[in-house]
């Protein structure tokens, strides 16, 4: 069992910048492909960001390339979200999730979620 506790949401300004934490139960983390969804009210939720185990390769969704940055540090246990250039469309609720096997595409089907942590972007 493993779970995941986001933090670091919060109301920024359009431009602005934001880092979500999400720290990991269990002493396999870096076995864990690790990723970053969000959604904003009255839609789905999607995929934003996922990293492997070792965090040697990474993918983002189209929206958020070249703004957004995900890593991760196995030593304690959390994989982060660094958010540039904030727009109000990235207003969501976003949460973290853990996939033991796979590909990093095995994130989309996650075996573990986090509660969430709400970002809110004003323009």
């Known amino acids: 069992q493993v779970q995941l506790v986001e933090s670091g949401g919060g109301l920024v300004q359009a431009g602005g910048s934001l880092r979500l934490s999400c720290v990991a139960s269990g002493r396999t983390f870096g076995l864990y492909i690790l990723g970053w969804f969000r959604q904003a009210p009255g839609k789905e939720r999607d995929f934003v960001a996922a990293i492997a185990g070792n965090g040697g390769s990474t993918s983002a969704a189209d929206s958020v390339k070249g703004r957004f940055t995900i890593s991760r540090d196995n030593a304690k246990n959390t994989v982060y979200l660094q958010m540039n250039s904030l727009k109000p469309e990235d207003t969501a609720v976003y949460y973290c999730?853990?996939?033991?096997?796979?590909?990093?595409?095995?994130?989309?089907?996650?075996?573990?979620w986090g509660r969430g942590t709400q970002v809110t972007v004003s323009s």
């Open positions: 999730a853990a996939k033991r096997w796979g590909s990093l595409a095995a994130i989309r089907t996650p075996d573990y």
